[in-house]
């Protein structure tokens, strides 16, 4: 397993948020999490990346204990997110976003930065180097030195999945990528999730509202509800499971049908 997180849990003042929940990741996997607004996802992510500590409970990346870590260390330890708002850095161009980002992996002194050293030197060329190899592999080459806000939406969700890449993750958190886009740009991050995976060998987790991209895309699907985990299984399974069709109408039209439906 690549992922093993047993039994987290997190309340907030008397509500629990995220209530004793076991999920597992298989190494070069492609997994989504799902269920009706206010249901804990992010909580959950919240807690894996650093962001948040549990409660109670384990999270183990690929044999190490990350509870306790800080999100910095815990991208370090080989995690990478996006967000559901997305988060770039507007003064920026593009590349330059997924240049800082690459930093973390970056082997420099301060002197080295400070007196352009020919080792600084070529560390930036290689970042450089890597950072347009990223942008080329998420389509957006021809926008390198363009703001990053400035580009349409949908560039930028993707211009942050590049920008998570960069620090050379074994496993990729995107918090609703699909969000805001529209039915074309969905179906080219279809494309790029199974390549995040099958040509970087990067395993994927998503929280996703869009129940077509979810159900066509994961090998296995995660339902929580209030906090807790009430379905897990293959796409087909979850579909009709009456427990998640349940959790999805219970809370009227919002979650249910105008975002697709379980
Ligand atoms: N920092 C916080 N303080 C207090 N309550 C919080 C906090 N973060 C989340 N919650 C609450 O925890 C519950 C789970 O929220 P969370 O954002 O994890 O759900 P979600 O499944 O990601 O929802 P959505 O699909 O709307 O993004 C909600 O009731 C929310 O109001």
Redesign the pocket.
Known sequence: MLLNVENIR?T??G?V??NDVTFQVPERSIISVI????????????MITGI?QPDRGTINLAGKDLVGLKPDEVTVAGIARTF?NIRLFSSMTAVENIMVARNVRMKLSFWDALLNTPNFRRQEKEALDASLTLLDFVGLRRAANEGATDLPYGDQRRLEIARALATNPKLILL??PAAGMNPRETEELKDLIRRIRDDLGVTVVL?E?DMRLVMSISEKITV?DY?TKIAEGLPETIRSNPKVREAYLGRGHA?GEKRGGA
Not at 38 to 44: L, N, W, Y
Request: no cysteine; hydrophobic share 35%; aromatic share 14%.
């Open positions: 997190k907030f003042g509500l948020a995220v269920g009706p607004n206010g249901a804990g996802k992010t909580t959950f992510f919240n948040y559901q918090d609703e929280i509202h929580l906090g979650a």
